[in-house]
């Protein structure tokens, strides 16, 4: 083999790499929709409750650097609509529910309905107007009902 076919070889295999990762990460930040849809119990996590229309519910971990942004994001979104709650929970020391939710990464945020239904999943960080479609989605599903 010579230099040249070698750094081909290196050259494709370096974008072949770079494009795995751009596109896992894009999949990672899209909204699941096809997820079990469970029941969260808010005791179970420490809260005293969940918002009475939707709860925007964050698991974060004290390491994790996108965490504080996404919950500024999150708080801000349920601040804007009435009966919207947000809940943060911090996994540091709670891996029961880590892997009860099979949380793999932080933050991970779940969107559930006035029952506490799991309505949609994201991994990574959710834009803030993806997180609104799904939210407005949410509303206007439960106005309809």
């Known amino acids: 083999m010579n230099l040249v076919t070698a750094l081909v070889a290196i050259a494709l295999l370096l974008a072949v790499t770079v494009g795995v990762g751009v596109y896992l990460r894009w999949a990672q930040s899209r909204p699941q929709r096809h997820v079990p849809h469970e029941v969260v119990e808010p005791e179970r996590l420490g809260a005293d409750g969940l918002g009475e229309v939707a709860t925007l519910l964050q698991f974060s971990t004290e390491l994790c650097?996108?965490?504080p942004g996404v919950h500024?994001?999150?708080a801000s979104i349920a601040d804007a609509h009435d009966g919207v709650r947000h809940l943060d929970v911090d996994l540091t020391h709670r891996p029961d529910i880590a892997k009860?939710?099979?949380v793999l990464q932080t933050p991970t945020t779940l969107?559930?309905?006035r029952e506490g239904v799991v309505q949609t999943r994201f991994g990574g960080?959710?834009?803030r107007e993806?997180?609104?479609l799904e939210l407005n989605r949410l509303i206007s599903e439960d106005a309809n009902v």
């Open 65 to 67: 650097a996108r965490c």
């Open 130 to 132: 993806v997180l609104e």
């Open 111 to 113: 969107v559930l309905d």
């Open 125 to 127: 960080t959710p834009s």
């Open 72 to 74: 500024r994001t999150l």
């Open 100 to 102: 009860h939710f099979h």
